[in-house]
């Protein structure tokens, strides 16, 4: 029978300047399997890193084969395969070539992402925020669920996002064909998503050995915001006044790349996690949960959010949108 884990601060000893390199201090992946989408820009690049520091065997999906080999030179060992989450045969494939060559996959962090982009579509009429940030992760997630499986303790880490507060998952019309479309609205759909997603994953994986975690990495100036106008970036105040990024962990949530990895990686190796799931985590630390729907605090999660009946609906309609179920 499922445990749920609460959803509450447990005293990580972590807090909002961590980086990536500290959480993984004494932390050994040797002979442990890893893969980080959108592992060679951002947060993700940071990610690999870390674990590649830990001595884990890396491999980085791309769909910018030669932007990730330029990026990762300087971790010859870090496996690079191509891969486009908005194409569904695509994450097959990948999936297919992966488990061909390994038996088991110990951490999956879905990292890669799109934020506040223009109305686009995948080739099936699915909404890009939708169908690259929850659907394509989902369908990868569930490729490869016999490996994950075979780890016998894996780890699943969704990357969510404080933005989850501004879209609820529209059951009636995910893909905006019937009602007007609004990037960020869109966004947030995809970051409620990925926090759901993780709940319902972990309820079904618990007894299997496969935990799964969503996080928000906080506010980063990176390569996400290519599709923001001036006027949103003034608004979302990643930068100053000359262009430089905003580093104020503790009063902004604006972090370091560095910084920005370290929950994901806390979430994903951390011995104090040993047998938690199905959380929302900020600043290295299980997030604690807001009172209601309508509350604004950026470092706790709203009930809605990680509902787990509406997570259950999710998964239904992930399913039938994808094709895909758990092996």
Not at 130 to 153: D, I, K, S, Y
Not at 269 to 290: D, F, R
């Amino acid at each position: 029978m499922y445990k749920a884990t609460p959803q509450a601060p447990i005293g990580s000893g972590f807090g909002a300047s961590t980086t990536a390199a500290d959480v993984i201090q004494g932390i050994d992946l040797t002979g442990k399997t890893v893969v980080v989408t959108g592992g060679y820009s951002g947060i993700g690049l940071e990610t690999v890193r870390a674990f590649y520091s830990a001595g884990a065997k890396v491999i980085v999906p791309a769909r910018d084969m030669e932007k990730a080999k330029a990026v990762l030179a300087d971790m010859p060992d870090v496996q690079i395969d191509t891969m486009d989450l908005l194409k569904p045969e695509s994450i097959d494939a990948f999936a297919d070539r992966f488990l061909h060559q390994y038996d088991k996959l110990h951490i999956l962090v879905n990292n890669a992402g799109v934020m506040a982009a223009p109305l686009a579509r995948d080739e099936r009429g699915y909404e890009s925020q939708f169908a690259a940030n929850h659907l394509g992760h989902f369908q990868l997630t569930c490729r490869l669920w016999p490996a994950l499986v075979r780890a016998e303790g894996a780890r699943v880490i969704a990357l969510s996002s404080f933005g989850y507060v501004r879209g609820e998952i529209d059951f009636h019309d995910p893909h905006f064909e019937h009602r007007e479309y609004h990037p960020w609205v869109a966004y947030g759909q995809a970051k409620r998503a990925n926090a759901l997603f993780a709940v319902a994953l972990d309820a079904i994986g618990q007894s299997q050995g496969v935990r799964a975690f969503s996080v928000h990495p906080g506010g980063i100036a990176t390569d996400l915001q290519r599709h923001l106008s001036q006027a949103e970036l003034e608004a979302v105040k990643l930068f100053d006044a000359v262009g430089q990024p905003i580093i104020d962990p503790e009063g902004a949530d604006r972090k370091t790349p560095q910084q920005g990895a370290a929950t994901s990686v806390w979430c994903a190796t951390s011995p104090q996690l040993a047998g938690m799931g199905g959380v929302y985590c900020v600043n290295c630390e299980i997030a604690p949960l807001l009172p209601s729907d309508e509350s604004m605090e950026r470092f706790g999660i709203r009930p809605g959010a990680i509902d787990p009946v509406t997570a259950g609906r999710l998964w239904q309609l992930s399913e039938l949108h994808t094709g895909t179920k758990l092996d």
